[in-house]
């Protein structure tokens, strides 16, 4: 079945985005064309990037490299829950997509943004990332304001208008996800005859 994660792009203390995050998943379990992960970054903390090699040639030096590698590999497409900072994502989630290559590519992701204007700018800097990396990422996309949807800025409550919104936005990415498969799949396939030819 295809594996989707929910990355939930914010480590801050007191963060918005568990809240969102969990909304997110608690709508997406409910259907039965994919199977959906929440990831937290906070479970995988990874040092201002400090491998010594690009991450395209896959060679990891360290142990949290490795361990954030084999967890994004194990899916098909994602959707990323980012605050928006200073007109753009999070600095631990910029970091995180840096990480890594190879496991990006040939996915499909898509997004769910928070902040001030709905956290639109976060995502229009992820999509330009998410290009660099090979991921496929749908038009359809959440913004939730701040100024609407949570009491006192801090306590998420969602209104139901929302919802067609995240159903049109998992709808386009379960899509591309499946797709993009056989892409992705090939282009594994193709590492791992150059990894026994090496």
Avoid: C
């Avoid at 379990?29 to 090699?53: M, T």
């Avoid at 200073?86 to 996915?107: C, F, I, P, R």
């Avoid at 976060?122 to 996309?141: M, Y």
């Amino acid at each position: 079945m295809t594996k989707i994660a929910i990355i939930l792009g914010s480590t801050r203390p007191g963060r918005n985005g568990e809240a969102v995050a969990k909304w997110v998943r608690d709508i997406a379990v409910k259907r039965d064309d994919a199977s959906f992960e929440l990831v937290d970054l906070a479970d995988f903390p990874l040092p201002h990037l400090d491998e010594p090699g690009s991450a395209a040639w896959g060679n990891y030096q360290n142990e949290h490299t490795k361990a954030w590698s084999a967890k994004i590999a194990e899916f098909d497409g994602f959707v990323f829950v980012t605050p928006e900072y200073n007109h753009s994502t999070s600095g631990v989630l910029k970091n995180a997509l840096d990480y890594l290559y190879n496991e990006w590519n040939n996915k499909a992701a898509a997004f769910v943004s928070y902040g001030g204007v709905g956290g639109a700018r976060a995502v229009e800097h992820l999509r330009l990332i998410a290009s660099e990396l090979q991921l496929a990422t749908v038009r359809a996309q959440v913004a939730i304001s701040l100024m609407t949807e949570f009491e006192n800025f801090s306590v998420f409550t969602p209104n139901d208008y929302l919802l067609p919104q995240v159903d049109t936005m998992l709808d386009q990415l379960v899509a591309w996800s499946k797709a993009l498969e056989p892409l992705h799949a090939a282009a594994e396939s193709d590492d791992a005859d150059e990894t026994v030819a090496a």
